[in-house]
């Protein structure tokens, strides 16, 4: 992955300038002039807009929308009609001749606003809600003890893996969680689709947690439960946090007001889970058939995931973490000493000058919590587990390489640093897991 060359200081002021001049385009008639229909069919036509040439329908067209001038729209030749006058004018709406370049400039903008109010307003993927949410459910509901969890491998179809007194020793149901702050009013969005529960969600309970944070906690609000796609209220769903007409997700909502509800939602949870198809834990994390439409990296990393959970010594464990796309994928617990690891997959960059291994080391937040790095080696047609490398955490996780590519050549040089990363059998893996343990806190820097 080739890094993007930051921007300098005069491409983003002109970048602002397009996002301006997009979003203000410039009147034919004077400010504060009452809006007429030779004035309005002017801007129009100036916007890049090819109107209908007859102004007797134009204006009889006008007349019906029966609302002021500036909300209304025109005729165009083609028979469709032009966006509402006022969008146009104020911005929310591009101008039908504005270019490719002003239109890229406005979505960067937008994402910007969008992502600068996502952190201010504490949301956004980093944090990672459906965890913390998950959690503040289980409390409150009284799960916690009676409804088994393990967390799922980052790119699986499902969050977690839940169990149930009543299901059989050994299985699991999968579930998806979705989480959305609510506010007081409106509509909350958990991007959940009823096409997707027919087909990457199929056969996952889905648990959609509305919230709210008071005093720096999350206070549990809504909960949906859903086991099928029938239970879909329409193609989405995006309910009103308090419709005042009919409630097309009265079937599916549970609001988390008093104790009564909270039983009533462990109870629709418990009954949820035994709806779905059940499956051992291993499945349910690595089963391409429990986990479809994964991604090529991910059907990779499976791999070597899968290998390790089944190679490791008879003393340690693994779970995996709960915290999605950060540094720790997971951790090899061995009585109460726990290990932070991030797995990747070698992958081969063959160049004329160059040819060894890489893998991305990107943003890596909370990186201080990685002790080793897990290198995976896949032979040719990427199916088989060939051998493994580990580094040290903090050799790999430096402000230096962030965003960057990690590259050694095959003899395990790496350029710039005094120390080899030796390639281990596949078979070797009990023994590095011992050593891991064994050097941890050390200077060693690879195994």
């Known amino acids: 992955m080739t890094k993007a060359p930051r921007k300098t200081a005069e491409q983003l002021r002109e970048q602002k300038r397009l996002c301006e001049k ?15 229909f030779v004035s309005m069919k002017k801007a129009y036509v100036s916007w890049g807009f090819k109107l209908h040439p007859d102004d007797h329908k134009q204006r009889e067209y006008i007349k019906s929308q029966g609302k002021s001038m500036s909300h209304c729209k025109m005729l165009l030749d083609d028979g469709t009609v032009t ?14 001749n504005t270019s ?32 913390d949410t998950f959690e503040a459910l289980l409390d ?35 579930c998806e969680l979705k989480a959305s702050y609510t ?17 990457k969600y199929k056969g996952k309970l889905i648990i959609a947690i509305g919230f709210k944070r008071v005093n720096g906690k999350i206070r549990v609000t809504q909960v949906f439960v859903l086991s099928d796609p029938k239970d879909m209220p329409g193609k989405s769903l995006q309910p009103m946090v308090d419709p005042k007409l009919d409630d097309g997700c009265a079937h599916i909502r549970i609001r988390m007001d008093g104790d009564e509800q909270f039983k009533v939602c462990k109870k629709t949870i418990l009954e949820g889970v035994l709806k779905v198809p059940h499956h051992t834990l291993q499945d349910t994390c ?3 058939q429990v986990n479809r439409n994964l991604s090529r990296n991910h059907k990779t990393e ?30 090899f617990n061995r009585g109460e000493e726990s290990l932070g690891i991030s797995a990747k997959t070698a992958s081969l960059n063959r160049k004329k000058s160059y040819s060894g291994f890489m893998f991305g080391v990107h943003a890596a937040p909370e990186s201080h919590k990685c002790d080793w790095v ?15 490398a580990v580094i040290r955490g903090s050799a790999v996780y430096t402000e230096a390489k962030k965003g960057k590519m990690f590259h050694w050549n095959k003899s395990g040089q790496k350029k710039g640093v005094d120390y080899n990363i030796e390639k281990h059998p596949a078979a070797d893996l009990p023994r590095l897991v011992d050593l891991m343990f064994e050097q941890r806190g050390g200077e060693q820097i690879t195994l």
Request: net charge positive; with cysteine; proline share 4%.
């Open 140 to 174: 409150v509901t009284g799960l916690r003890g009676v409804l088994e969890y393990a967390w799922m491998p980052d790119g699986a179809n499902c969050d977690v893996a839940l169990k149930s007194a009543d299901m059989a020793a050994g299985t699991y149901g999968a």
């Open 286 to 288: 690595f089963s391409l």
């Open 83 to 96: 966006p509402v006058y006022n969008n146009l004018q104020s911005g929310i709406t591009a101008p039908a």
């Open 374 to 388: 897990l290198v995976v080696y896949l032979d040719k047609s990427r199916t088989i587990v060939e051998g493994f």
């Open 183 to 199: 506010t007081d009013g409106g509509i909350f969005n958990f991007h959940l689709s009823k096409l997707d529960m027919e087909t």
């Open 302 to 331: 499976f791999i070597g995931l899968q290998f390790i959970q089944n190679a490791l010594p008879a003393t340690t464990t693994m779970t995996l973490a709960s915290d999605k796309n950060k540094t720790v994928d997971f951790n």
């Open 100 to 131: 490719a370049e002003v239109i890229k400039a406005r979505k960067k903008a937008g994402y910007a606003k969008r992502s600068a109010t996502m952190k201010a307003r504490g949301l956004g993927q980093k944090n990672h809600y459906e965890k």
């Open 22 to 36: 997009a979003k203000k385009p410039e009147m034919p008639s004077q400010k504060r002039k009452a809006l007429t």
